[in-house]
């Protein structure tokens, strides 16, 4: 790969990242499937469980479909207070490539905000992801929200 | 302490468990008397699943309200607890969430305990070539950790301070340890850990974890799903004094039809109609317990939950950390015994609890709903007339007897 | 709550309102009962702007003290206020701060008020299948939300919890009352909100709008630009009981010629020679009010402001969020008959005022600086001596006369 | 434009965000007038107000000499506490060009400390900003700062 | 105050010294008691250090307990300190750490003071036009601000509000005083200051510092470099009065063997075998001193510190800042004298203390693990034996004296 | 130099602090060390003290020896409670160059979190460093934390 292309690589997986948390902080659930693979693996978790081998998820999804349904729920079934996100993300790094499959790392920070207008830093941590190519853009085959902090305050409800 | 919490709120109201005033919520006297009398009092708290502590040596800490705990496995194979608080001046002898060591060496003056909090040795004790050193008066048996009794049910432990508590096994009683060795049937295995701050006082959440009422209309996965619905097959199991409940749903087959069923939840906003799923795949219950119970939530006062939705259990404590600040801690657990698709059926059944949980999500911001609206109303009361005004086991969920029952356990304790 | 308060700060100073223990700033207890006895007490509080409330249905959320309060727009066509917080187990009943609704469903369980805050129906009040379900002794007309007094002064809307406050127009009274209509001239439209946390007891704050002492010496801009002077004509209206007043400053023509008023603010930090702006057009005031008076500052007792400066206008609602924090909500209006260039200047003028005002910027720090200096110093006083020892109006501000009379009309009612 | 020339942009973007936020948190208040053209449009304002098309800006400029005025009064004029901001940018967005000018869209987050030393989350938020190439380099034609709260602690002073 | 506080804790356990109960480290009310007991009681607290402010109108601020405090280079040359509160309506008088001003003048009224705190000036005293301004019995002597008692010792000032505390230098003593000498034998100059938040009460950390015994049993870095153990010679000096203490280590040779020393560290965590270091040079220390004391921390009641570790020279303040929160302010120094090798030395040693300290960085955390271990213990005791119950010097460190010295000094302050 | 030479440095050194606060928040101290040039000099000290030129660093090393030590200190000696770092880093800009040698700034935030779960905002402020091209790598050569805050929660264990 000559230079010119590790570098435009390396923009479009800023891009990736930038595009997906534009897309939380904007309340633009509904668009948030379409940057998953559709047999993606999704999963928040926090670095203690990750770190004992422990499999569990707050939010396990094991298909695009299923982050759709997490969608809906929000949307439709689910009720929290009027809420929004503000993600820094910073220090995105390849890790490991296998033809058009790139693991990556990432650090995060979600600042969170009430309606009311008290902001708390809500949640902090890594993104260890793995994107694939499809159809000329990168999509997370594999997210896993790996959280500094093994609480959560009152509730999770949008995805990270 | 009596007098001091007997002045701010003397007089319960007449219609006894019926009401509660909220200042029973709010109120740092209240608060702090609850910390004595009723973690420190005569009460069984849970402390860890067994399994947490294989070999001797192993060691976790957790709390009695908001005294910090020390659990360990002694030598003698034993489950031991004791005040995580040094003899001498006071210090955590153990700073690790979870470990194993030989000893308790505290870090500040490195006196040494044995496993189960005996004073081994303190250092320099003799001093250095005959000065300093402690008087001849000491005496290494008189400066122990303060221990805590420790009892088992099944593979879970419990602790208490108090003398005065009667025997684990008579505490929880038949009617509900049936109910947990129901759920807990092989040996467990945890899937994971997760713990949520809720701010709110603690006993909003209990209260939540006791109401029977609320779940099918605050959580509309449950009723839009037929999940659970008041109208299915269910009831709850209350202890005899109120402080223990079951609560719990039996296969789906309603009631009442399902066009009754609806009817009667139309016009409640927890009925969603337009709300589909594109994998339900996952809320298909896997036969497990041998019985038609689709959903038990079981509670042991004053802070242990046992939950069992469709194949999602979980260990849920509750830690008072506040007036109006609450931890709730969330341990999911199968079982050693589980197929590998079991688990599977597990971690993604786990969606439906936790802080992110479809059927529990509400239930960390409600509590909170409530300490923010009672602002201004201390003398005024809740009101819990929902099945009447006793706390006894009924075959039927649109009652709120178990949360009355948790008041009539408590109140006595509080000298209320 | 008497006693309790009495005896923290048993006898005032005997000069009265010219001394305030700084104790009153700081002290849980005095805040606590101002909360009972000012807050829930015979006052009236500023609640909304009837247009932000058009139709019937529409809502909005607000607080009296710390008590949280549901305004909303009936079917009747009249504002209702209500407590926000639910006749059952004490829910939040409104989770958002504006919307609209038919009803007013609470999320625990379902039970719904009206938009007058009646309740119309219980969920499951009679059980399924006859079992469980609410006592016969359960009435819907015993469980509403509970209801505040509301009364309207032109487009504001105030209420209050007690029976005993006068009617509003009565409370305002005549004198104060007639400088509110006098820049409230229009249909109001919001131009946008803003908050600010104070760090501070809220009275410190509620003095500073009250000080026509401080104003040209605190902010720089107002002596600098000559927006305000002391030196300019100008004075202070202060209701009799000296609850309310009305600070203004009339047309820029010095009552002492400008060298004298040079002179007698030479030395005083606030004038400073060196600062110009590049481009000062937007402190053109535009015609508006069909007086000569350039900024009126306006508080109607307990935490309301009406602020005009030049043709920016602002309501401010100061409330108490603690003994030393305080939110200071903005809501910045103009009026439906405005041209666009009005608006254009209204929001040019608006970086006068807010958190980033530049004649209001120390107003949100300098009652913090207080708050941090009378640590230890509870028991001794601030001296409001300027002016004399009276709450009468003043056509002159060298003078503290209408904090002392914000003190006048708060001991009374706090029994001090 | 070649790959090359859009990455070249790309990092010159970059570098305007950097060199902005640098000057504010260096305190150099008398430069952040330049980042601007001389008939920018710089507003802070809060989601809340944004979202609701209301007009009002804390710190409401329409000309480059409106935010000269502003650092002449904090310089000259008002009176506050020693504090200085740290400001940390991410995702940086192109969301539309036309000719030579660009609409962006980044996240922000500002960390403001006190003289005696607490430090607190002062600020999260967008920049929905608009540039234009001018003499060179990259200018601030149009800034919105837009808060994800509605609440401000103590005071705005600094620009952000 | 005094009955205030008696109740809670009315009677000291019977063996006096050599108990604390738990209470006396989170009981808010015997926190306020310190506050005015203490703090702006009969004791003499550090201000600043006299090269700090050079030239008349130099200023900077810091606090006796929570009250903000101005300390100021008057006119006169002589250093002078004040409440940093106005006279006028309590505004700080000085809101920059540190500054230079001709005179102090009050943002808030323009109010303006000397440099020792007279007040010069009142804005608009006389009103406009004969209108407003303050009444004629307003007397500029009666409203300074109020003044703190100013001594120094040394290049060290001290200051203090009760007219009762004995003169400094009595205060002190020769004991101390001349420990104090021996270690500040040139004209500090300062290398730099930090500050580290503490999350425990302010006596935690001070009897920390009192506690020889802990420092080579906590801190590895002590004991496996030999910096300091206690079979190295050293001891402890003690105020007749219990109030101060400096405890040493003489030159490395040990009093007991090598072998027999690390044997008798057997088993002691803090001495680590495998700990070396690849640049161990700045642990060299340089002669300066004149003597053999490698280490000395000493304490002046009730909240400052002297440490010398080597060649690293420190002055602590100790604020307290809540029951459980505590600023401790760090300063560095050297001395003008120091050739640029012997600066380099100091801040290579200064990697020894500080919130990042090799050897005090556990002091940081401590107290924090003693504040959150004693929840639910407040009605027990830390246990002070070692080396008796005595709080006499001793030439030896295994022992607790100076911290029994510390409360010795402490209860008659507090009525206890 | 050529746009795209110019392109890769700059990823080379957003690569560079990439890394080096992974290591960090990964807690892989003992490769904390390599980041830097053997005569390295390194100090965390604050806003404060640096500008008024006091030398005092919290954290004073000056050889990658030094740095060693503290991490066996950290590893064999000293005593506090488990705790992680995560680093966000945001503006990195070159401010000079000098032949194989840069000056760079830099603004960073760290959350600490504890592992009971409580995070706090820990520190933020600026790298003010010196990297020279030692083997094909960037090195640093300097490396000055420069903390906005003059106070420190509890303890600094974990360099930053
Ligand atoms: S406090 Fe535990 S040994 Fe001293
Ligand atoms: S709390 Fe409102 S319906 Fe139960
Ligand atoms: S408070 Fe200082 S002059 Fe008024
Ligand atoms: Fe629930
Ligand atoms: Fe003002
Ligand atoms: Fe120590």
Redesign the interface.
């Given at each position: 790969m000559t230079g010119v292309e590790a570098v435009v690589r390396r923009l479009e997986l800023e891009e990736l990242y930038t595009d997906y948390v534009h897309c939380l902080d904007a309340d633009e659930l509904e668009r948030w499937p379409d940057f998953f693979t559709e047999d993606c693996f999704y999963r928040?978790?926090?670095a203690?469980?990750y770190e004992a081998g422990?499999?569990?998820?707050?939010?396990?999804?094991?298909?695009r479909?299923?982050l759709?349904?997490?969608v809906?729920?929000l949307r439709?079934?689910?009720?929290?207070?009027p809420q929004r996100y503000r993600h820094l993300v910073s220090s995105i790094k390849v890790l490991k490539e296998e033809g058009a499959t790139l693991d990556l790392a990432a650090n995060f920070l979600v600042v969170r905000t009430m309606q009311e207008g008290d902001m708390t830093l809500f949640a902090a941590g890594a993104y260890l992801d793995q994107v694939r190519r499809e159809g000329g853009t990168w999509k997370f085959a594999r997210k896993n929200v790996v959280l500094d902090s093994?609480?959560?305050?009152?509730?999770?409800?949008i995805p990270i | 302490m009596q007098q001091e919490i007997a002045q701010p709120i003397l007089n319960w109201p007449s219609e006894g468990n019926a009401r509660v005033p909220?200042r029973m919520f709010s109120d740092p006297e209240v608060y702090r008397a609850e910390?004595?009398r009723i973690?420190?009092g005569p009460t069984w708290q849970y402390l860890a699943l067994a399994g947490e502590l294989p070999q001797p040596g192993d060691y976790l800490t957790t709390f009695?309200?908001?005294?910090?705990v020390i659990v360990t496995r002694g030598q003698d194979g034993e489950i031991h607890a004791m005040?995580?608080?040094?003899?001498?001046?006071?210090?955590?002898v153990c700073?690790?969430?979870r470990g194993h060591a030989d000893n308790l060496?505290c870090?500040?003056?490195?006196w040494?305990y044995d496993l189960e909090g005996n004073l081994d040795s303190v250092?320099?004790r003799r001093?250095?070539?005959g000065?300093?050193?402690?008087?001849a008066s000491?005496n290494l048996e008189e400066?122990g950790l303060?221990k805590l009794r420790v009892d088992t049910f099944g593979d879970l432990v419990f602790g208490t301070l108090s003398p005065e508590a009667p025997p684990l096994a008579s505490y929880i009683g038949n009617l509900i340890g049936s109910r947990i060795h129901r759920v807990l049937h092989g040996k467990p295995k945890?899937?994971?850990?997760?713990?949520?701050?809720?701010?709110n006082n603690w006993k909003l959440y209990f209260?939540n974890v006791r109401d029977t009422?609320?779940a099918t209309?605050?959580?509309?996965?449950f009723t839009?799903f037929r999940i659970s619905r008041?109208?299915s097959e269910g009831g709850v199991d209350i202890a005899e004094n109120g402080a223990h409940h079951a609560s719990y749903t039996r296969n789906k087959v309603d009631?009442?039809d399902q066009a009754t069923s609806d009817q009667?939840y139309a016009g409640?906003?927890?009925l969603?109609e337009?709300?589909?799923?594109?994998?339900?795949s996952?809320l298909t219950m896997a036969e497990e317990f041998g019985d038609d119970t689709t959903t038990q939530i079981l509670s042991l006062f004053p802070n242990f939950v046992l939950q069992q939705i469709q194949n999602s259990i979980a260990l849920r404590l509750v830690l008072p950390k506040g007036p109006d600040k609450t931890?709730l801690q969330w341990t999911?657990i199968g079982f050693e015994e589980d197929a590998p698709e079991m688990?599977d059926l597990r971690?993604?059944q786990?969606?439906l609890v936790?802080?992110?949980g479809?059927v529990s999500?509400?239930d960390?911001?409600?509590g909170?709903?409530?300490q923010?609206?009672?602002?201004?109303?201390e003398e005024?009361c809740?009101?819990?007339?929902?099945?009447?005004?006793g706390h006894v086991s009924?075959?039927?969920?649109?009652?709120e007897a178990s949360v009355r029952g948790f008041w009539h356990a408590y109140r006595p304790l509080m000298g209320l």
């Open positions: 928040i978790t926090s203690e469980n422990l499999p569990l998820g707050l939010i396990h999804a094991t298909s479909n299923m759709k349904d997490r809906s729920a439709e079934a689910n009720i929290y207070e093994r609480q959560i305050d009152t509730l999770l409800a | 909220y910390l004595a973690f420190l009695l309200g908001e005294t910090p005040v995580n608080r040094c003899a001498h001046r006071g210090n955590l700073l690790k969430r060496t870090v500040y003056h490195a040494r250092a320099f001093g250095i070539a000065k300093g050193g402690m008087p000491f400066h303060k945890i899937l994971g850990t997760t713990s949520q701050i809720l701010h209260e009422y609320h209309l605050l959580h509309a996965f839009t008041l109208t009631r009442v009667l409640i906003p927890s969603r337009n709300f589909r799923l594109a994998d339900p996952f931890e999911y688990t971690l993604a786990a969606n936790g802080p992110a479809y999500m509400e960390g911001a409600v909170n709903f409530i923010r609206a009672i602002h201004g109303s005024e809740s009101v819990l007339e929902m099945g009447g005004f009924e075959a039927n969920r649109t009652t």
